[in-house]
């Protein structure tokens, strides 16, 4: 059977097919068609045909008349997926493309519009191609999921935020190498968490910025033979700038690298972050509990509370990383221009941006919810020689080399732990066993207070920075919240 143009009602729209003499085989079909995927697409298939028909009318393409049917008729599909996938970034309403036949997104639309206003949606697709197209489409989409993105890190930081101001004073032990170090304040450690989402925050913006560049007007690969005014095309798409090579234009993915590695770096944060509230919710450590609501429990094991909202967030990491690898793999031995395998950019980009919202929603959750033990913390914090370091430092404050000091304290605490005493049993008849240096105030270096106090350089953990850090921090999301 001859396929060209589908005269048929029931046979799939097509936006090629006149040089076959042939259908694809269904082999093909199944391989290639991409519909069940990118019909997320489909809002920002829209918009960007609205503003193309507007461009094509400027150009002597489309009389006015035309212009306004188009319009008309695209506007009408605008509200009714706007209804049917009910959010921004298109995550849900797969059930109103399921069973369409067409191929893609883009003729799923120029479908739906040729039933409305005839031939006049052919002529939509003037001097267009879906090389262009699609890489329109991806754009405007990940500039919506990149705010959506930010909205969702904006909850986290908030979260963090107010844990560390609810539990300013509260000491836990600093750890390297996953053994005691010094002591901090826990506001501390959920301020170093709060840092790394700042710069994912940061670095979305960065991406927003690359995505922030119109390439409609490129053609299939050389540049449209119609007089479209690309610049006012990018202003009423919202676009901050036009590309400025066709050929790079309709291949460029770098926008969506940089999206999944700012996911992954994110995930990376994340997944940090639920290994050590893993281990401090254990029973083992005994610092935080975990609230029902994002916890689990056991089949078999009554008495199980299980961290699962943690060790998923830990786990999606793993898949997260792949989409990033997988995508750089995709562009890694592409010719210039177009190449059907960009097909394969999307399923990682949507997949990190679904796996990525649900797990900063849930690690705010956890935040928000957190029940911590100061107790036992603290007990974590006296128990062995935290305060080694600031021993070691008092000495070299009264003259006595680094080394010497670090070796005399580091004898103490060899002879101490030998015995089984902890500093605060510790006299000071016992520290000037170990050098006459040591004096009445060295006492007051015992505990674990003391230890977080003297650290008060600007980015420490004494309560005065980390007062600061606070507001500093709580200064910058208000900021961002405006934005
Ligand atoms: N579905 C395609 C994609 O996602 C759209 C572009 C198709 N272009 C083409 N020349 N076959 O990349």
């Known amino acids: 059977m001859k396929k060209s143009q589908p005269t048929s009602a029931t046979q799939p729209y097509q936006l090629w097919g006149g040089r076959f003499e042939k259908a694809a085989s269904k082999a093909l079909e199944i391989f290639s068609f991409s519909l069940r995927f ?21 150009a002597g393409i489309l009389s006015r008349t035309e212009a306004r049917r188009a319009a008309k008729a695209l506007q009408g599909l605008a509200t009714e997926l706007a209804t049917e ?27 739906r519009l040729r039933s409305q206003i005839g031939p006049l949606a052919d002529k939509l697709h003037t001097g267009r191609s879906r090389n262009e197209q699609v890489a329109l489409d991806f754009r405007i989409w990940i500039k919506q999921a990149i705010r959506v993105q930010q909205a969702a890190l904006r909850s986290l930081l908030d979260a963090l935020a107010s844990a560390a101001a609810a539990h300013g004073s509260v000491i836990l032990p600093g750890y390297t190498h996953m053994r005691r170090a ?49 610049k006012q095309l990018a202003r ?27 996911a992954t770096t994110c995930f990376l944060h994340l997944s940090r972050f639920s290994e050590d509230w893993i281990l401090y919710s254990s029973e083992e450590f005994g610092f935080l509990e975990m609230a ?62 679904e796996q990525l919202q649900m797990a900063l929603v849930l690690a705010a959750q956890v935040v928000a919810s957190i029940k911590v033990n100061p107790k036992l913390m603290k007990r974590a914090a006296s128990d062995g020689w935290l305060c080694a370091t600031d021993l070691a430092e008092y000495l070299a404050h009264k003259g006595v080399p680094f080394h010497q000091a670090h070796q005399i304290v580091g004898k103490l605490v060899l002879d101490n732990t030998n015995s089984g005493t902890q500093p605060s049993e510790c006299s000071l008849s016992d520290l000037q066993r170990h050098s006459s240096e040591f004096a009445e ?6 505990t674990p207070e003391a230890g977080v106090a003297r650290r008060a350089v600007a980015g420490a ?17 208000r900021g961002v919240g405006r934005s």
């Open 292 to 353: 029902d609501e994002v916890s689990t429990g056991s089949s078999l094991m009554p008495q199980k509370k299980n961290p699962d909202s943690l060790e998923l967030i830990r786990g999606k990491t793993g898949r997260v990383l792949g989409s990033l690898v997988s995508l750089a793999t995709t562009v890694k031995g592409l010719p210039l221009t177009y190449n059907r395998d960009l097909q394969e950019d999307k399923e990682p980009v949507f997949g990190a941006a």
């Open 236 to 262: 009423e798409l919202g676009f901050s700038r036009i590309s400025r090579n066709s050929m790079d234009a309709v291949s460029d993915r770098d926008f969506a690298l940089e999206f999944l590695f700012t």
């Open 182 to 230: 010094q002591p901090v304040l826990f506001s501390h450690t959920l301020l170093a968490y709060f840092e790394m989402f700042r710069r994912d925050y940061e670095r979305l913006e960065n991406c927003y910025d690359a995505a922030d560049v119109m390439p409609l007007g490129s053609g299939a690969l050389a540049g449209s033979g119609f007089a479209v005014n690309r």
């Open 461 to 477: 953990t004494a309560p005065a920075r980390v007062a600061e850090a606070l507001k500093e921090a709580r200064r910058w999301l």
């Open 85 to 111: 996938m009910a959010t921004e970034m298109g995550c849900k309403g797969a059930d109103y493309f399921a069973g369409a036949g067409e191929e893609d997104v883009h003729t799923f639309i120029l479908s």
């Open 38 to 58: 990118d019909y997320r697409l489909a809002h920002a298939d829209v918009i960007g045909t609205m503003a193309y028909a507007r461009a094509l009318e400027r």
């Open 441 to 446: 105030d060295a006492l007051d270096l015992l």
